[in-house]
């Protein structure tokens, strides 16, 4: 029989039973949009979660000294003040593949201006920071490299320091005070929100990291440096020739610095939402396997109402085979319109999901395809057993079936 | 005329249950081209047997079948398929057409089976010819519940012809219809006979066999008794003779 034939006598079958046909189908458009609906989910939340982690700046790499021991007793990392600028500076220009660097001071402070006073985090920083960072100014600007070298008493503030300290009036160009020395504000941040462990990126003071030690921490170790590579491929072997770099640079002294790669903690936050993303997939899946059984249960019960039509397809000379096929598409079409719909219901559930709860939803392409392509394959699994029901039958006992 | 049918010393026993059921025990039979055959037989003589036998729908356990000069007693499910479609067309007493299925394409159905491939107009025109051989071209596009049994027997009747096949097999054809339209459904096979086609037909009503030309009785699996019908029937005749004594009784009435 002709392949158009044969899909026209399925079609015609299906129809027969209409609502039949899609009760038996929606168990798969059920299972279909669930697979669709949790794997476009689980892709937004992910996709939030790693648009969170870039915000802290792309390829970036962190030096922190190591831990101090006094008298045995032994400090965390970071306890050590080892550090120094010139670290900074070899790495700077002695490690291929660095962008930038900025050397880092880290102090809380009492900020006050404008007849008010908020505790903010006061950051030392080279220009380069707000770039490596991927921020940008809203009013004003960066302080530049000539305050970097002089020591300049300038800051730029962020959107929350800019509300508390100056609700009614415009920050630019006044002084805020920092341990009781007049920063000049040159520029207000625009607002990042909070970061992925949840505190405020905007409640913050930045200022020329030599005036950091100058003047506020009065020391000269750094709390870090961070430095911006030119490549994620390059991650690896910029951290080993810094680890490298410094190393010589203590002349073989125990290593006092420990560097870190941003990419780690970007793999282990979207580690835990794939895995979510997979879990919510597997189960929407068992919804399709259930569709599938369905298919198989209608298909044996249309195969048992229609001995008959079998029996005269047989006696006019349809092979086996052809009865096998006829059978197969039909349950192919079943669950291939069901899947089809199930993809427009999916992609419809995951955009109402995704107004709701605010979160971008990202329709993966490859969740539609193998979601289809499954459900074809479910057609074809759970159709050939009573495909092959249909086809074995003897023409003259379905002749004689009533 | 050819033999078409060559029976030798064919049995089929039936061995699916506790005791094998001997249902055809050594028919030999021949049938030759053009004519045109009844069995008769009570219910459990094996003729129904015979006709499955005939029609390639069940072999044999013993014996050989040739069709058109073939041995056909060895052939597997898959060749039988291919020797009802291509030699061999089915009347059934239950009509068996496909329901919501309009009468051309339930007379198109075999042409779709065949392992030749024709164009769809081809096979069209084919299914009109073949509604015409049986008076019925006028109702190609009607479905089956809007046609009476005897027309829905002719559909039965088309679809077998539309292959050409070398003989046309009918399982008690009148057994669910009246007698009138009975009689209208001997026409059309005394028709076709004369134009040549040979017909094998069961039937328990002997004045049924009266339209064929041979007449052949099954008792217990064997042929017990094999003439030429002398005193025949000819069904435009009675047609005739029917609906005179209709319209007499409408007179009297």
Known sequence: MRFINVIKVALRALRRSAMRSVLTALGIIIGVAAVIAMVSIGNGAKSQVEASIASLGQNIISVFPGSNNSGGMRGGWGSASTLTVEDAAAISAEVAGVVAVSPEMRDRNQVLANGLNWNSQILGEDVSYIDIRLWTIAEGEMFNELDVRSATKVCVIGKTVAAQLFPDSDPVGQNLRIRNIPFRIVGVLNAKGFNFFGSDQDDIVIIPYTSHIKRIARRPNLNSILIQAQSPEQMATIQQDITDLLQQRRNGRDPDFTVRNQQELAEAATATTKTMTVLLGAIAGVSLIVGGIGIMNIMLVSVTERTREIGIRLAVGAHGRDVLTQFLIEAIILSVMGGALGVLLGIGASQLVSKLNGWPVLVSTSAIVGAVAFSAAIGVFFGFYPARKAAQLDPIEALRYE | ?253
């Open chain 2, 1 to 253: 005329m050819t033999d078409v049918v060559q029976l030798e010393a064919i049995h089929k026993i039936y061995d699916s249950g506790e005791i094998p059921v001997h249902a055809v025990r050594g028919v030999t039979l021949t049938i030759r081209g053009g004519e045109f055959v009844a069995i008769m037989g009570a219910s459990g003589s094996g003729k129904s047997t015979l006709m499955n036998l005939l029609g390639c729908l069940d072999r044999p356990s013993k014996g050989r079948y040739l069709l058109g000069g073939t041995d056909v007693s060895g052939l597997d499910r898959n060749q039988l398929a291919d020797l009802r479609n291509q030699k061999l067309g089915f009347v059934f007493q239950g009509f068996n057409l496909l329901s919501r299925t309009t009468a051309r394409e339930n007379v198109e159905l075999p042409m779709l089976y065949g392992r030749r491939h024709y164009s769809s107009r081809e096979i069209h025109e084919r299914a009109l010819r073949s509604l015409d051989i049986v008076g019925l071209s006028n109702r190609a596009d009607h479905f089956p519940s809007q046609l009476s049994g005897g027309q829905q027997q002719r559909v039965a009747i088309a679809r077998a012809l539309i292959n050409e096949p070398q003989i046309l097999l009918a399982d008690e054809p009148t057994g669910n219809l009246d007698s009138k339209t009975s009689v209208e459904i001997m026409g059309v096979f005394q028709k076709l006979n004369e134009q040549g086609i040979t017909i094998v037909m069961v039937t328990h009503e002997l004045d049924i066999a009266r339209y064929c030309r041979r007449n052949l009785i099954m008792r217990d699996g064997r042929l017990v008794s094999d003439v030429q019908v002398t005193d025949r029937l000819v069904a435009t005749v009675e047609m005739q003779r029917l609906l005179a004594a209709e319209a007499e009784a409408k007179l009297t009435d």
